[in-house]
Nanobody, 124 residues
């Protein structure tokens, strides 16, 4: 499974941004077989969890730091996951990674597949 993120960029604080994660190489599996999550890593900091969405899309899970501002979603027909980021803050500046896992454990603790990341920079 390959994951490719897109949609990052330079934005001003208070604005919105939507990240996209496109999956390919699914073989005999379907996108619905995987839970999808977003992580981020700021300079000099460890990678941190942002949000996750279940295989059906019916359940979501968010980090407290972004709850109420970010929304995770998925489009199974397009093999795509999204992270809608609203009211962004300078502390949201980081490389954002998409991840996926086929395990049915919820919320997932480990992810098997990772994208290369997309840079999000929020100016004050």
């Amino acid at each position: 499974v390959q994951l490719v993120e897109s949609g990052g960029g330079l934005v001003q604080a208070g604005s919105s941004l939507k990240l996209t994660c496109t999956a390919s190489g699914l073989g005999f599996t379907t996108f619905s077989d995987y839970a999808v999550a977003w992580f981020r890593q700021a300079p000099g900091k460890e990678r941190e969890f942002v949000a996750a969405i279940s295989w059906t899309g019916g359940t979501t899970y968010y980090a407290d730091s972004i709850k109420g501002r970010f929304t995770i979603s998925r489009d199974k027909a397009k093999n795509t996951g999204y992270l809608q980021m609203n009211n962004v803050k300078p502390e949201d500046t980081a490389v954002y990674y998409c991840a996926a896992v086929g395990s049915r454990s919820w919320p997932p603790q480990l992810y098997d597949y990772w994208g290369q990341g997309t840079q999000v920079t929020v100016s004050s």
